[in-house]
């Protein structure tokens, strides 16, 4: 065998890609799984999206694309940050990407030289400590706890700064955990990363789906100083239930996005162009579908929240946003179950789906062995028949 490259060897293995797989293998074999593992939203494209991409095969917009985007929709992007964040962008501060997890993958790219360091709360986005490593960088991580709504406090953000820190990245609302930043908190952030003169990166991924009335805040729109060393990151994956179009985007300083578009022309070059067509209607179209959608969601973390209330020794934060509820399960470790001493967020996420036939995902590959993560992108029929099996299993 041939040696492959040392950055390939220190990727980490998602640890979801494992438990979807053995999910996946006894669906397969006929066992009857209820499924709280989606990382995606479960509902159909908006039908107007769709006809916008079989307009564009038709009209045979079927070649290669300028790099970063077309006009019309580094545009349309540029036209929603001014329209839901009050940012304004011309689109040259635009990039499009293949999904915000390529975004945010050339930003790193772009921006990181090898041995600086990203600061990131733990739990985390599976991605982003390997996104960093593969850009030579290292991740500093933050520890949050519950009490702390999964949000870095910012002296500790502060206390963290090296002379090697490129970057502050935040995710709000969060996954894994559903939790958001308050602007009070974001504001002192803002003032961190303008003070010390280091990125931030914000993953607004989630913005769409927000609960309580709550209405989201960007922190490049605190000042302009916060504005020139932003990277606003978003996309239509999870506000439009577009996941499989691959088509994400950031504005950012002016600069950064043309390193990123350098970096992208000799990657993937433009991202699909039927697909740019389809998010150029969903940022542009009226925009009832993303509504009616973040209802069904509310109404789900609502029947979530009341399920968990009845299950004694798991407690969560409830979630603020997103379609992840996070609950602590390590009052049931130690426990024998099923023969077995539970030590981790692994060993319950097996019992659950060996014993009770219910898939989760381990809270480990998160930065966060007390937890486990639960999808409520899926229906209210599933979400009762889920948590009647993770009640009964655990008594
Ligand atoms: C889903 C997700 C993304 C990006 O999704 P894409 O499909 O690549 O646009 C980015 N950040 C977080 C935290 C996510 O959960």
Same mark, same amino acid.
């Given at each position: 065998m041939l040696a492959l490259s040392q950055r390939s060897q220190d990727v980490t293995p998602s640890s979801t890609l494992a438990i979807t797989a053995k999910i996946n293998a006894m669906i397969a074999d006929g066992i009857d799984v209820v499924k709280f593992g989606a990382g995606e939203p479960d509902f159909d494209t908006p039908d107007y999206i769709k006809a916008a991409a079989i307009a564009a095969l038709d009209a045979g917009l079927t070649k290669y694309t300028p790099v970063p985007g077309t006009p019309e929709l580094r545009e349309a992007v540029a036209a929603k940050y001014k329209r839901d964040n009050g940012l304004d962008y011309a689109p040259s501060q635009v990039i499009v990407s293949c999904g915000a997890k390529h975004t945010i993958y050339n930003i790193l790219q772009a921006i990181c030289d090898p041995g600086d360091e990203v600061i990131l709360a733990a739990p985390y986005w599976v991605s982003y400590p390997e996104q960093i490593k593969l850009a030579g960088a290292i991740p500093r991580v933050i520890d949050t706890t519950s009490a702390q709504n999964f949000c870095m406090p910012p002296e500790q953000i502060e206390a963290a700064i090296s002379p090697k820190t490129k /970057?502050?990245?935040?995710?709000?609302?969060?996954?894994?955990?559903?939790?958001?930043?308050?602007?009070?908190?974001?504001?002192?952030?803002?003032?961190?990363?303008?003070?010390?003169?280091?990125?931030?990166?914000?993953?607004?991924?989630?913005? /769409?789906?927000?609960?309580?009335?709550?209405?989201?805040?960007?922190?490049a729109s605190f000042n302009e100083e916060t504005k020139a060393i932003t990277f606003v990151v978003n996309g239509v994956s999870k506000a439009y239930s577009m996941t499989g179009w691959r088509i994400g985007y950031t504005a950012g300083p002016e600069d950064a996005i043309q390193a990123m578009s350098r970096i992208q022309s000799h990657s993937t070059s433009n991202p699909t162009s039927i697909a740019q067509r389809a998010a150029v209607a969903a940022l542009t179209q009226p925009q009832d579908a993303v509504e009616e959608m973040r209802q069904a969601f509310e109404e789900r973390r609502d029947v979530i929240c009341q399920r968990f209330d009845e299950i004694d020794g798991v407690s969560y934060v409830k979630p603020q946003g997103a379609f992840y509820i996070f609950p602590d399960f390590s009052a049931h470790y130690g426990r024998t179950l099923d023969g077995k001493k539970s030590k981790g967020s692994m060993d319950i996420t097996d019992y659950l789906l060996n014993s009770a036939g219910v898939g989760v995902v381990p809270g480990d590959g998160f930065g966060a062995d007390n937890h486990l993560r639960l999808s409520f992108a899926t229906s209210l029929t599933e979400i009762h028949r889920g948590l009647d099996r993770i009640k009964a299993a655990l008594q």
């Open positions: /970057a502050v990245l935040i995710n709000s609302p969060s996954n894994p955990t559903g939790t958001t930043y308050d602007v009070e908190t974001l504001k002192q952030i803002a003032d961190i990363v303008v003070k010390h003169q280091v990125y931030l990166i914000s993953d607004e991924i989630y913005e /769409a789906l927000l609960y309580d009335g709550a209405t989201h805040v960007s922190p």
